[in-house]
Every structure is written in structure tokens, then in C-alpha cells.
């Protein structure tokens, strides 16, 4: 991870950590391979147009890595609606391409947690009491040398 | 009561804060009462277990970004008045006359603080007499966030086995862990302040402490303490060439795992025992 200004800034203030009042929506990103996950609460409001996200915010069991990618990407979801957040996870995802796993591993749960948050939206407007939806990342976050080691 | 524990969690962080951005006499004495605040925390969580009232560690964000060491004092006492209302919610009468007058008497004595200019949030991100590589920085920078925050999760950890266990021998173990890990959060806040990055640590998940498998955490715990000492090893060779004080340290620390091990070790030890004796 590069350590910036603005890194650091979200290192020491993550920006939406703990709980959303009134929460309608949750979701998690997990990391079968270790254990870390991180849960998203939204709270989905509707207009006239179509639901967007009026509060949201994250807690998880991760590294610095992590809560600097949620701190960030929740930031950018807050206001917008559904098909922003299915937008800001896809653009996240595809970014995420271009670097090494161990790199995308934790940003990737984030994004994942939201889009779980949002799927879990969609699916309680059938049915009020579907339980929260969980994303299983693809990407590794232990680096290769390091895994090779351990063989 | 479920107020009364999240306030008196606030103050405690609030208050270790305000002793790790001190560059003065004000520090030990913040420090000191942060400790009896964790110590009003444990009593209350104590009684809540008794009443049968259920409680997570919950609490929300606090803000500490200060430059003036009088500015948090004041939101301190603010804080302290308070709680101090709403002590009324304790059942234990001689409990909460007892807190009550450890905060009247804290609320004096910060009153009577000499202000202070404030560094902690400066991110300067250099040690005082210290000059580390850019590369040597940003690994102690990420260390510092990373382990703030795990010395506060061990401590809730093993806070909240303490607080659910009456075994002798298993609490001694506890309280141990808690004590070694409020020593290394001091040291690291203190670090973090130094560097100009000092932050709260962030809200643990109730899942982390709400423990189904103790023997499976404690497992877990030693491959924890073990990646610890590789890391502390790692910034030990990064820093040594600029500070030897700093390359000390680090070994220090790394050297304290191993106790840390031998005490979960113990503790696994003796679940087996337990086990095979039915």
C-alpha cells in the first residue's frame, strides 16, 4: 500500500465505521481463506426515480488495507443510487484487475460487501426477511513467495 | 447501564488519548486515570453480567483531533459530567458513589492541567532525533495502525474471557495478556503520537469477543503472536541501520511474544486437561 496523505487520513479517521441507524440493507465480503470479512449496512432510501443509498457504513475484521478501502469506497457510494453502487463496484472490480492479488484481496472484499448490501436491498423487496447475502472473494491475500513458503 | 458502560468506555479511550498526545507531567497522570476508568469499565460490565443485562462493547467514534491539549481536556470533562448523570443507572449504589467520586476528583485535577501544544496529528511522520528511509517510515506507519488497533482487540478479548470465566487459573492468564497488551498500546500510542499519527483504534466486531471456541481462538492466537514476531523482525532489520534505540525496541517486543505464546500455550494446556478429565 502506498502511504499518502490522503491513506493516512483514512488510517486515522476511517470515514463510516460502525453502524447505520435504521439499516435496511446489509452485506458481506469474506475472505474464505482467512477469515477476514467486512459487513456493510446500508440505509436505502426511496425517491421518485429510484432507491439511492442515504447512509452507509462498514465494520470489519481486516487489515489496515482494508479499512482504508472501506473508509474510501463507502465514501463514494454515500448518495448514490442502485445502479451507481452496481457501477462503483464493477469500475472497483475491473480496477482491481491490474494488480497483484494480495493487492486487490482487501479492496475487493469491500466492494463485494456493497454489492452484497445491495443484492440483500433488491431481494427484501420481495421478501422482507432475506437474510444477509455474503461474497466469497476470488483473489488471494497472502502473497505468492510467502505461500510458497508454506508449502 | 448499557449507557453508563458505553460512556465510561468513551472516557477511557478519550482519556488514554489525551495521555499519549501529553509531552508533560499532565501524561502519566491522564494515563493513570485512564486505567482507573478501564478499571470502572470492568466493575460495571461485572454487574451487568450479574443483573443478567446483555451488552456488547459498542461505542461510537471519538473524535480526538486536537492542537490543544485544553480542547480534549474540556470535551473530557464534559464527558465525565456526563457519565456522572447518568450514574444514577447503576444498581450497585456503593458502586456508583464509589465511581462518582473518582470522576468528581478527576474533574478537578483536569481542571487544574496546564495547557499544552498538541503534535499528535501533525502526520510529520518522523520520530524525534530519528531519521528512518522513506521505505522504513511507511512500514513503522502501518505497523503503528495495525497494532493499536490489535493490543485494543486483545484487550476487549481477553476482557470479555476475564469477565465470563471464574477460574483462578485461567484468569491469571487473562489478566496477564490484558495487562502486556495495555502495556504495548500505550508504547505504541505514545510511538503514534511521536510520529504525529496518533488515531483511536477502531470499534472491535462483537464476534471477536463473543468467543464459541476459546481453545480454537487460542490456536489461532499463537499463529497470530508468531506472524508478530516475523514483523517485528522485519522492522528491527528495516530501522537498524538508522536506530539502534528503535532496532532495541522492536526486539523487545518481539522477544515479549514469546511469553505471550507460553501463556496461551498454558491456557491450551490446561482446556486439554480439562477435557480428558470429563
Redesign the interface.
Known amino acids: 500500500m502506498t502511504v499518502d496523505t490522503q491513506v493516512i487520513e483514512h488510517m486515522m479517521n476511517p470515514k463510516n465505521y460502525g453502524n447505520v441507524a435504521g439499516s435496511n440493507a446489509e452485506g458481506m465480503g469474506k475472505n474464505p481463506q482467512n477469515g477476514e470479512k467486512v459487513l456493510v449496512y446500508m440505509r436505502v432510501m426511496n425517491n421518485e426515480e429510484q432507491p439511492y443509498v442515504d447512509d452507509i457504513s462498514f465494520q470489519a475484521i481486516g487489515c489496515t488495507t482494508t479499512i482504508v478501502a472501506g473508509s474510501m469506497l463507502t465514501e463514494e457510494a454515500k448518495g448514490l443510487n442502485l445502479n451507481g453502487i452496481y457501477n462503483l463496484v464493477e469500475a472497483t472490480l475491473k480496477l482491481l484487475e491490474k494488480l497483484p492479488d494480495e493487492d486487490a484481496a482487501c479492496s475487493e472484499m469491500v466492494a463485494l460487501a456493497i454489492k452484497a448490501a445491495a443484492d440483500t436491498y433488491m431481494k427484501r423487496q420481495e421478501d422482507p426477511d432475506y437474510p444477509v447475502i455474503t461474497y466469497q472473494i476470488a483473489n488471494n491475500c497472502t502473497p505468492k513467495v510467502e505461500e510458497e513458503k508454506n508449502l | 447501564m448499557t449507557t453508563v458502560l458505553i460512556k465510561t468506555h468513551e472516557a477511557w479511550l478519550e482519556m488514554l488519548m489525551a495521555g499519549s498526545m501529553s509531552h508533560t507531567q499532565n501524561r502519566q497522570t491522564l494515563l493513570d486515570f485512564s486505567d482507573i476508568l478501564f478499571r470502572h469499565f470492568t466493575w460495571i460490565e461485572h454487574e451487568m453480567i450479574g443483573t443478567g443485562e446483555a451488552y456488547t462493547y ?1 461505542r ?2 471519538i473524535p480526538v ?1 486536537v492542537d490543544r491539549l485544553d480542547s480534549i481536556l474540556k470535551n473530557i470533562i464534559l464527558r465525565l459530567n456526563e457519565l456522572d448523570l447518568q450514574l444514577f443507572g447503576l444498581k450497585d449504589k456503593a458502586l456508583s458513589e464509589r465511581i462518582s467520586s473518582d470522576i468528581h476528583y478527576m474533574i478537578e485535577v483536569l481542571h487544574g492541567m496546564n495547557d499544552e501544544v498538541v503534535t499528535a ?1 501533525a ?1 510529520e ?1 518522523k520520530f524525534p532525533g530519528i531519521s528512518l528511509t522513506q521505505e522504513a ?2 512500514a513503522l ?2 505497523f503503528l ?2 497494532e493499536t ?1 490489535k493490543e485494543y482487540e486483545l484487550i476487549m478479548i481477553y476482557n470479555y474471557l476475564k469477565a465470563h470465566s471464574d477460574d483462578a487459573f485461567l484468569n491469571r492468564i487473562f489478566q496477564i495478556l490484558v495487562d502486556e497488551s495495555f502495556f504495548h498500546l500505550k508504547r505504541f500510542c505514545d510511538m503514534a503520537a511521536k510520529m504525529g ?3 483511536v483504534p ?2 472491535v ?1 462483537k ?2 469477543y463473543q468467543i464459541e471456541d476459546v481453545t480454537q481462538f487460542l490456536k489461532d492466537g499463537i499463529d497470530e503472536e508468531l506472524a508478530a514476531k516475523e514483523e517485528c523482525k522485519r522492522l528491527s532489520e528495516a530501522v537498524a541501520k538508522d536506530s539502534p534505540e528503535l532496532e532495541k525496541f522492536f526486539d523487545f517486543i518481539n522477544h515479549q511474544e514469546n511469553y505471550h505464546i507460553a501463556l496461551m500455550k498454558d491456557a491450551l494446556a490446561y482446556f486439554a486437561k480439562k477435557d480428558s478429565n470429563g
Open positions: 459498542e461510537d467514534n483531533k496529528f502526520m511522520r517510515t511507511d506507519t502501518i495502525f495495525e488497533y499519527i496518533l488515531a477502531r470499534v466486531m464476534e471477536l
